[in-house]
Every structure is written in C-alpha cells, then in structure tokens.
C-alpha cells in the first residue's frame, strides 16, 4: 500500500510573482504614454487650425500609438494592485504576457493595415504633399526615439536583480545569481604550485579544468584524478586527460552542478565546493524576460521603423520622382512589423498556454530530487511571471523519514523557483 502526503513552499504564503522591474517599466509607459498624448494634441489642434489634413491624420495615428502603449500601462497597474488579490491563483504575474499577446494582435492588424494602404497606393497612387509629409515623418521619428529612450534606460524586456515582493515563506529570495561556471574557480594550494580547478562548458557539455596559474608547474594527468561527492552522497571519478596547458576531465559533469569536489594530486587531496548558479542563455531570458514592457518597446520601434522608411520613401520620391518609393516603404515597413508581431506573439501564447521555458531547470530538478536515491513519477515546471518559475513534483520514496519538506529543502538551490508542490509517495518496498 502507497501512503502519499504533498505540500506547497511554506504556509499560508502570498503569491506576488510580478518582474524585478515591475514598477520602474510602469512609470516608463505611462511617460511614453503622456509624450505621444501631448503631441496627439498638439497635431489635431494645429491642424484643425492651419487646415492641414496630413497633421489631423498623423495625430489621430500618434493616437492609436497611445492606445497601444495603454495596453501596457494598464496591465502594470491593475497587475501591481491584485498582486495580493487571493481570486488570482498563482498571482498576477502573467498579465502583462496577456497584455503583450494583446498587443501583438494590435500589431498584426496596424502591419495588415498598411499592408493593405501600401498596395493600393501602387495601383492607384495619389499625389504626395511633400512639404507637408516629410516634416511630419522627422517630427513623427523624433517623438518615437524620445519614446524608445523613455522605455529603454538600459533595460528593455529583461528582469535581473531580486524580485518584486515577498520571499513566500520559504526562506530564499528570488534573485538572480549572474555568475557562470566557467567564472567559479576555485584554487588549491600544491607544494608544486597555486592550481585554478573549474568548471567550463561555454557552448561545450561541461568538463573539469584544472590549469595552473602563473609560473606554476604542469600537473601529471594520470596521477590526478577529480571525485564528485553530491548531497545525497552519490560518488563519481573523472579521470583527467593532458590538453597543454591545462588537464581536461574524459567525463563530461551531470547536472546540477552542485556538489563538493575532490581533487587528488600526486602530493595529496584538495576539496572545493561548487554551487550552482543560474544559466544565462536563451532559456533562462524567456524565463525572466518581461513581454508587457517588450510590447511597448516594439510598439515604438515599429513606428520609429516607418517613420524612417517614410522619410526616405518620401525623399527619394521627391528627389527622383519615384511615387512607387512611399508604398514600397510602406510595404516593407508592414513586414518588418508583421515579423515582429509574430515573435511577440508566439512567446507571449507560449506562456499562456504554460509551456515550459527552461527545460535544463525541469532536468535539473529531476536530478537533484532522484541523486538521493529517490525517483520523479511526475514533474511540471511553468512560468508564473517573469523570472518567477513554478513547480509540481511527484516522488516515489523508500525512505518513510523524508516528506515534502526534506524535498523542499533539496530544491532551495534553484533561486527562480519562487512556487514548489511536492507529492510524497511511498514506494510499495518501503510499505
């Protein structure tokens, strides 16, 4: 008979799962959003004064501008001021993904609508008020880089740092360690010499290193050995190979990278300690990655993209008398759009629909659980917000002495896993 007991990270804790960022890019739009009203104003009224139809008709554009830029605003808003509302499950932190699918769409339809503007205009072309149309195209670019500025400041997707809120009860803080192993080196002191041991594995699956440093003398690969010793007390050897300036390990390092290491050398042992450290590669920037405030800088890179295709459409149309110039921008400006809008909206979908983003942390969380002795019968490892990550684990145990605490306590080395469910199973021999 199986006996199963589960539980969550801590009790009773809050789930507030919104980006590092999370306030800071909620001030950037709702500046952008001020900007482009300001100059929304300023384009209907004075061209409802001097009779300028091409200035109405840019000011009602810079309008949907700011409705798109709403979106964002918006979702950062109601996302911060529910963050504690218990009817959101898992909290708020998805809704700016919800905010920039919604955005992608508005992008879609503006890419099909100039699309659509652009070829009608090579069937039928219409006479081009050059003194009018450029300056509005520079002063239309000028107001979309002050936006892309106001948005920018050094960050425009990504969350790093600690994030926003709690700790959840569970006792670690939710930041990001921004140190990779090939950057852990630890050093042994030989009586032949001062010896750097790591771990690389930038773009290669991950080996040893042990190199001496300056003015050391070389190590003999056959009397130097590394032994891994992990938490659950599980042993491996890796036998060294000579490379010229450094010995490599035969053996490339299951993951996780987390264990105490061994290093025997022919004048004795050395023991260094290795943690594991967060992987800055395209998993772990779709894991932290921030689609709300993304959205907004593609709203406004979209429409710095066509004002600059429009200016030089209008020049060379001017210049050369080459009307076909403008709806050509016009149609290699919708697809530039279109491509962007097709990449927000399949990450954005991905998350909705809680596809998981880093499937390196989904195996390491297998290993780490089953280097005990113990094994995962089900496991499922989400996004709850940006660089907040949750997960659902099953374990089928012999030992009756560990529950899901001891569990918990085994994945706390995984920063990013703000949200852990674990289901303890016995197994029918411990039963």
Known sequence: MSDSKSAAFGAGHDHIFLGAGHEKNERKTWAVIALCSAMMLIEIVGGSMFGSLALVAD?????????????????????????????????????????????????????????????????????????????????????????VWLLSGGDHGHSHGHSYGHSHGHGHSHGHDDHAHEDEVHKIFAPSGVFAVSIFEDGVPPVFRIAPTTGGSRLDASGTSVTT???????????????????????????????????????????????????????????????????????????????????????????????????????????????????????????????????????????AIEDHGDKVIDLHVWRVGPGHMSAVVSVSSSEPARDSRFYHGVLERFKRLSHVTVEVQLSQAAA
């Open 59 to 147: 000011g009602l554009h810079m309008s949907t501008h700011a409705g798109a830029m709403l979106i964002a605003a918006l979702a950062y808003t109601y996302a911060r001021r529910h963050a504690t509302d218990s009817r959101f499950v898992f909290g708020t932190g998805k809704l700016g993904d919800l905010a920039g699918f919604t955005s992608a769409i508005v992008l879609a339809m503006i890419a099909l609508l100039i699309g659509y503007e652009a070829v009608s205009r090579f069937l039928s072309p219409v006479p081009i008020h050059f003194g009018e149309a450029i300056p509005i195209a520079v002063v239309g670019l000028l107001v979309n880089l002050a936006s």
């Open 229 to 367: 010793v992990r938490p659950g007390g599980t042993r491996q050897v890796f036998a060294l190979a000579d490379r010229g300036d450094y010995l490599e390990s035969k053996e490339y390092i299951p993951e996780p990278h987390a264990f105490k290491a061994i290093v025997r050398v022919p004048e004795g042992e050395h023991e260094v300690e290795f943690e594991e450290h967060e992987h800055h590669d395209d998993a772990h920037e779709a894991a932290t990655r921030d689609h709300n405030i993304r959205s907004a800088y593609i709203h406004v890179m979209a429409d710095a993209a066509v004002s600059v295709l429009a200016i030089i459409g209008l020049v060379l149309a001017r210049a050369f008398g080459w009307l076909w110039m403008d709806p050509l921008a016009g149609v290699i400006g919708a697809l530039v759009i279109a491509n962007w809008s097709y990449g927000l909206m399949r990450d954005t979908g991905a998350i909705l629909l809680d596809m998981n983003p880093d499937r390196r942390m989904a195996e390491n969380v297998r290993a």
